[in-house]
Structures are given as structure tokens and as C-alpha cells.
């Protein structure tokens, strides 16, 4: 690149043989070799030249290519032949990527540029052992062109792509989302103008084209693309994005040159998608325990199935209830829930095999989780008429549905089947309490002082296995209350037996004790069905014998009463129930026989004996003595003088 006077004699005439030889091959048609084509030597104002060491040297671009690629040589002392040698990519690197993009972008530039760029180029690739003592010798006399330099190269850093970066963020649920796309320089700047591409790989397109991929331009900030999911599963977004190249030319002097453009990738990230999503409904019954005829309520809230469902927004879904009874205690526990791809119709077909099948219907609306409804189950699927729990009573519990089926159009474009809950769910289910029914008459409904007392008791309505149940804490119920109690109630006036009837037993429920009002006794008996006997000795449930005693004159009544439980509901005999009160007298002194002659029969005299020696005979009719006669006489007289006064 450097020539003394005498050199530059020796380079003209050799560039002439050069010349001649050329001309030889074309006349003589002799093949050229594909690196003989030559670059054509830089022009005046694209280069400096200066002395050093003695040397005549130039800085800025060493030649031009024909289509007008500027090179840069790398070897500063060697010499240019300006014949094209063999060229190959740099392998891109930060640095080599900004000095591609330099490259690039001043293929047309001003004098103080070039050089500069070749002060970059050196720097930046060149031998230095070569370039270091003459960029020492330059610093000095060109300082404005070292200053360029720094200002081309920080100017790369703020400009020329180092990545390209792709975020994404859900906009609804798993279902639709944006991307955003930018191109960032070494200096984290954002860079404009750069192409690139955004292709989506899985079960989503494009929201603006229906397609994977768009292609565009960087701009000062982020752009921004919207996606929908089309489907089920993971989604990888990918960039790739332009970028500069050099290359590196292999010939007596190694130069470098702005080769081509060409796309990299980029920043890629993947992220979940799903379409559709899986409604799904969490119940609560308004009443854990009710009553025999109650109204069945149940509280119920929509949702979704799983942490990656999404409910679309103002989305009408419509869900049905089915409401099961009579369940007994060996049911609880028995939770049969739905496979994941249940249909209700099947789900629903398997429970009745196994012999059960709904009572009572509900459904509920919903556009959106957490919503709650009040739910009241009725007699047929389309409404119908209120539904009241039965007298037998038993456990009742829900199960809930959406039919895919029975969706809008618009729905079913988001739902991939049905979803059921589980039958017998402890929160799904109550306990609807049997009426107890109790029949009882006392064993004598008039008495007199001192009379044992005793009552006949017969119950039905309680569960057959009454008693047995221990209750079960993950449903809530407490264990069945083992007894019934039975209790004797005294009324009356204690001064006064005439006035006892003023406190004739009356109204349901039994009084509150006074001197007027007593409660004798109470046993307990179990909570069962079946016939009872009270009093007469029997044992009561506690293994005491059961005895009560009228020791005054007034009313006894006989109460049987259950407090109640989680399975029956509280019940009691009424304590004006004519059928089980005795009605106790004091008895006239001196109290006569139980069972007194009937009057239209006297009472007759016993027969004499006959006399252990048989009277003496004469062979004659004997006539009784007198005194015997007498006797006889006088006992008839006594017998209907008794037969009168019973009769009074």
C-alpha cells in the first residue's frame, strides 16, 4: 500500500506486465481463474495519505469492488495486488456485528469517514503489530479523524441490532394474549427498522391474520401482536430478525467488506394456551338437618374445574341439579364421583343402576365464576311444584351438571364436554329428620289409691337401625340419640279430692310443676320402634324396674317424649291425651270387695257338709229338728239383707 519513488516504478511496471498478460490470455482465449478478477484502486476522496518511516502510506478504503463494495485492508505494511482472492463470512460476534453494521451503513461517505472506519477496521481486526506504531504517528497529526471514529463506533452500539426481544402476557386466561416484539441495540436502545418475523408454534394463530406468523419492522418501542389459542397445550413464539455480515477477503493484503444481510433468531418464549375451559359449580345446603315436609334449598356457586380453566367472559352457562332422598347411614361415605370425560347422561344412567334415582330437580344460570344462587329443588326437571322431604325421612344429597349439549352455539365452541359433580359430597348433603308417630293407653283409666299403674306404648317412624348410628364428622352429623323418656305426671287438689277435676290434664304440653302439678317419675326406654310396657316391674332401658304407686287422689298421666336427633325429629305423646291418664279416687271406709255379687243372682249359701256319722233312721220320713229350721230361717235373711245393700 506504501511506495517509495523507485517502488512505485517497480508496482507501474509490473501492474503493466499484469496488464499485458491479461490482454494475452483474452487474445489467446487462455481460461481465467476465478480469482483473477480484479478491485479497482479507492479513489483520491475516499482515502488520506501521509509518511512514515521514509514510507509514502494511505488510510481509508484499499478498493472498490464493481459493484461497489468498499474493502479495508487488515495488514497494514503489506502491499495490494487488487486481485479478488477467496472470501468468507466472519463468524458473527458483537463486535464483528457492529463493524458489518459501520460497514453497511457508510458504503457512501465523506473522506473523514472512510478513514476513520479504517482506523476501525484496524483497531478492531487488524495485525496490530503492524497498525500500533502507525496509529501512534496518526493520533498525533489527524486527532478529528480518531474522534470520528469513537463517535461511528459508539453510534453502532446505539443502533445496530444485538437481540431481538419477544415477551407475552394473557390478556384472557389461557385463551387470547399479545406478544410484544422489539429489536435492541448493545447500548439496550430500541432499534428501528430492523426486520424480523414472529412465527407461533402450537395451538394458536394470530389474531389480525389467522395465521403463525407475521413479518415486520422493529420500531422506537415494542409492537405489539395479539394471538388466540386454537386449542389445548404449549405455544413457542420464535423471532428471528436481520442482521449485517462481513466478510474476510484472503488475498495479499487481507481486507474485510460488508457482505449481505441476513436473519438470525431471536428471542423465543412459550407459554400455555387453552381454548376451552371446564365450568364447574361448589354447593353448600341452606339446611344441614330438616324436617319431615321442609323445602329442600341449596346454595350454589359457579367456577371453574381447574387452575388453568378460564371462564369467557359474559358467557351464559346454564347448569341442572339433581336432588337424591331416603339415603340411609350406610350410604354416607359411598361417594362415587365421574371420571375427567364423564358424560352426565352415562353418570347419571350408572347411579340409577345402582338404585338411585333423583326426587327433585333444580338448574341455576351463571355468566361468570363466583356467582351465587339460591336453588329450590322441585318436582320435575321443568319446575313443576315445590318438593317437601318425606315423613320417613333418611339422608338426601345434590349432584349438579353442565351439559355441553345443552349450551348456546357460542358455548359449545368453548366447552369439550360436560362436567358432574360428585354424588354424595359431604357439603351436597343433609339429613331430612323421619316423623316419629307414638300410640299409648294406660292399663286403667280409673283407679283408687293405693292401684298400681301401668301404660301400653307402641312407636313407628323411627330409621330400623335407630340407635346404631354413631354419626359421621366428614358429613356433620352427630350420632342418633339412644332413648326416649317416659314420665308420669300427677294433677289434682291435694285438700280437696272433689276438686281434682279442675286440674283435668289439658293442652299438649305438660305443665310447669306446682302443688297442683307434679312430675312423679321418668324412665328411659330406647329410641326404637315397637310396644312398649311401662310399669307392672319391667325393666326400663337403664335396668331399673319400672312401678308406680297411686298414693294420692288426682289424675296420672303417662308422657312419652324424644328429644330428637340429627336422623328423627323431637316428638311427644300428648299430655291431654285421654287415651293415657287414670283418673284415681280415695275409696269409702270400709272399702267393699273387688268383685261384688251381681244382684240379679243372690249369693247362695254354701251346702253343708255332711255330718261324719250319718243320723239314725227309723225306715220313716225324718223331719228336720226345729233348731235346724231356725238356723236356716235366719241365714236367708242374712243373705238378701247383703244382697240388698249391694244393690244400693
Sequence with gaps: MAASWWRKRVIALGAMLTGLAMMLGVLMGTPTDAHAAS????????????????????????????????????????????????????????????????????????????????????????????????????????????????????????????????????????????????????????????????????????????????????????????????????????????????????????????????????????????????????????????????????????????????????????????????????????????????????????????????????????????????????????????????????????????????????????????WISAFLEPEESSSNRSKVNVESTVTEHSAEVGAELSDTITVSGFPDDHGDFAGDGDYGFEADRPYAQVSVWWSGDPGDPSNDDAYKPSGAQVPQADEHHRKLITWNIPARNGTFKIGAGIPSADGEPMTITAERHGWYVFVWEFKGDDRVMPAASRYDDARERTRVTECDEPCEPEEPCEPEEPCAPEEPQEPEEPLPTTGVNMVPPLGLVAAAVTLGVIVLFIANRRRI
Design 39 to 418: 478491485l479497482s484502486p479507492s479513489q483520491i476522496d475516499q482515502r488520506i495519505v501521509y509518511m512514515f518511516e521514509g514510507e509514502e502510506l494511505e488510510l481509508g478504503v484499499a478498493a472498490n469492488s464493481s459493484d461497489g463494495t468498499k474493502y479495508y485492508c487488515i495488514e497494514a505494511s503489506n502491499l495490494t495486488d487488487y486481485v479478488i482472492g477467496p472470501t468468507s463470512l466472519v463468524t458473527d460476534s458483537p463486535q464483528a456485528r457492529l463493524m458489518a453494521w459501520i460497514l453497511e451503513k457508510y458504503q457512501t461517505a465523506s473522506t473523514q469517514d472512510y478513514v476513520a472506519i479504517a482506523s476501525l477496521v484496524q483497531d478492531k481486526f487488524g495485525n496490530q503489530d503492524q497498525w500500533r506504531p502507525q496509529r501512534a504517528y496518526l493520533v498525533g497529526r489527524y486527532p478529528e479523524i480518531f474522534g470520528r471514529a469513537e463517535e461511528i463506533w459508539a453510534e453502532a452500539e446505539s443502533k445496530a441490532p444485538k437481540e431481538a426481544v419477544i415477551e407475552s402476557t394473557y390478556a384472557q386466561g389461557l385463551r387470547r394474549g399479545e406478544i410484544t416484539v422489539s429489536v435492541k441495540s448493545v447500548s439496550g436502545r430500541f432499534v428501528a427498522g430492523v426486520p424480523f418475523t414472529v412465527t407461533l408454534k402450537g395451538p394458536a394463530v394470530f389474531t389480525s391474520n389467522g395465521g403463525k406468523t407475521v413479518t415486520d419492522t422493529s420500531g422506537g418501542k415494542p409492537k405489539t401482536y395479539a394471538w388466540k389459542a386454537t386449542g389445548l397445550g404449549e405455544v413457542t413464539a420464535e423471532t428471528t430478525y436481520q442482521i449485517p455480515q462481513m466478510n474476510h477477503m484472503d488475498a495479499r493484503q487481507d481486507m474485510r467488506a460488508f457482505d449481505s444481510m441476513t436473519y438470525i433468531p431471536g428471542g423465543a418464549v412459550t407459554f400455555k394456551v387453552r381454548k376451552d375451559f371446564t365450568p364447574s359449580v361448589t354447593t353448600k345446603v341452606s339446611d344441614k338437618v330438616l324436617d319431615a315436609g321442609s323445602a329442600i334449598f341449596d346454595e350454589v356457586t359457579s367456577g371453574v374445574a381447574d387452575p388453568e380453566s378460564r371462564w369467557v367472559p359474559d358467557l351464559l352457562l346454564e347448569a341442572q341439579g339433581y336432588y337424591f332422598d331416603g339415603l340411609g347411614a350406610e350410604d354416607l361415605g359411598d361417594m362415587m364421583a365421574p371420571g375427567a370425560d364423564a358424560n352426565a347422561d352415562a353418570y347419571l344412567a350408572s347411579l340409577e343402576k345402582e338404585g338411585y334415582k333423583p326426587a327433585a330437580y333444580g338448574s341455576a344460570s351463571f355468566t361468570k365464576p363466583g356467582q351465587t344462587v339460591r336453588v329450590q329443588a322441585m318436582t320435575t326437571p321443568d319446575g313443576g311444584k315445590p318438593y317437601l322431604t318425606h315423613a320417613s325421612g333418611g339422608f338426601g344429597t345434590w349432584v349438579w351438571a353442565f351439559r355441553r349439549s345443552q349450551q348456546s352455539d357460542k358455548a359449545q365452541e368453548y366447552l369439550s364436554g360436560d
